[in-house]
């Protein structure tokens, strides 16, 4: 099927809409500010799984009670490069930003922060929060179990959740390299992208309620689940299970409810944060470079017939990131749609890139 029509909406007026949005569904601006950094962030980076498509879910998470407006997000657990945090059921982006900034200010005293979190909600993009530690010269990693949208390898149903993981490190003259990626063949979002734009998707990323591979991604919401990335994948997604789950006393696998379908409903899962300060290593200046001379060695591999070049994991989504922040960020026809809807909804303005079906 043809793509739909794409907008083109700058980066500050889609921030300055999202943030308009959460503010008139009941957060407090500080909150929804946060939840506007990491949905644009996503899309920024051509993640769009992730970004904008999943506003109308969130609000309603708000409007239904699923999520609490006024969370009251605390420290339960603490020692000097440690903590357990408590969400109060707050939306995700709010808990895990709380999570990483304090595994940030921990790793400027300890060496290295580590920052779990119960009682929390779906956060979106790991990558975000795994950024997060790259301005102040530190890796970073962010971890989430979620849903059950994946069957375990030889399984047909979806029993365990997707359990994305990302890292991000620092380099002196490329952009950062960032490893993003959920441990299914692909993401949930993804495919429900493909089927809110009308695509056929390939026939390893997801068996149907019958079990069996299919290209229709409305399979996904009728019973089908996600197929990991072979037994390595599914055996990351149990060790997500026990570091995000078991570790932090959150929900686990068949406890956590969907979060953009039950709505009303807590979901509950965990996720954990990690900072580590370059300096107690090595220099950054020094660290960086020695990245650099990684990337040029792996870049100079001659390459297979086909293929055009070598790739740093995030280097794609570094290269769309600077593109759209100066064409604007991509909004397919269908999302668009949705926005002008939530827009009307809750009464805000909607950025004038959006407020007119594309030709």
């Not at 979806?158 to 490329?174: D, E, M, Q, R, V």
């Amino acid at each position: 099927m043809k793509n739909p029509t794409t907008c083109f909406v700058p980066v500050a007026a889609l921030q300055s809409y999202v943030v308009a949005v959460f503010v008139a569904a009941g957060l407090v601006e500080a909150d929804a500010v946060t939840m506007a950094d990491s949905l644009v962030a996503a899309d920024l980076r051509g993640t769009h799984s992730h970004g904008v498509i999943r506003l109308p879910f969130l609000v309603e998470r708000l409007r239904q009670g699923g999520a609490n407006l006024r969370p009251q997000i605390r420290v339960v657990q603490d020692a000097p490069a440690t903590a357990l945090l408590d969400g109060d059921r707050a939306l995700g982006a709010v808990t895990a930003t709380a999570a990483m900034r304090l595994a940030v200010e921990k790793a400027r005293t300890q060496g290295v922060g580590f920052v779990t979190a119960r009682n929390s909600d779906f956060i979106g993009t790991c990558a975000h929060y795994a950024m997060m530690a790259l301005p102040h010269d530190m890796v970073g990693l962010a971890w989430t179990n979620g849903f059950p949208g994946m069957a375990p390898a030889g399984g047909r149903s979806n029993t365990i959740g997707n359990n994305p993981i990302a890292f991000a490190a620092p380099s002196l003259s490329h952009g950062p390299v960032v490893l993003d990626m959920a441990l299914s063949v692909a993401a949930g979002g993804r495919i429900r992208l493909a089927a809110k734009n009308g695509e056929k998707i390939p026939h390893d990323w997801l068996v149907d309620s019958e079990g069996l591979p299919t290209d229709d991604p409305a399979a996904l919401t009728s019973g089908g689940a996600l197929l990991p990335l072979g037994y390595k994948g599914y055996g990351l997604a149990v060790f997500g299970e026990i570091l995000c789950g078991a570790l932090t006393g959150s929900r686990i696998l068949g406890e956590i409810p969907a979060w953009f379908r039950a709505t009303d409903q807590a979901i509950g899962n965990g996720h954990i944060h990690m900072a580590v300060d370059i300096r107690r290593f090595v220099e950054p200046e020094a660290f960086k470079q020695r990245v650099d001379t990684m990337v040029s060695m792996l870049k100079a591999t001659p390459l297979m017939p086909g293929a055009r070049e070598i790739l740093m994991p995030g280097e794609r989504a570094w290269r769309t990131e600077q593109a759209q922040r100066a064409s604007g960020i991509a909004v397919p026809e269908p999302v668009a749609a949705d926005l002008r809807q939530l827009a009307a909804l809750l009464r805000v303005d909607v950025p004038s890139s959006l407020s007119i079906h594309p030709s």
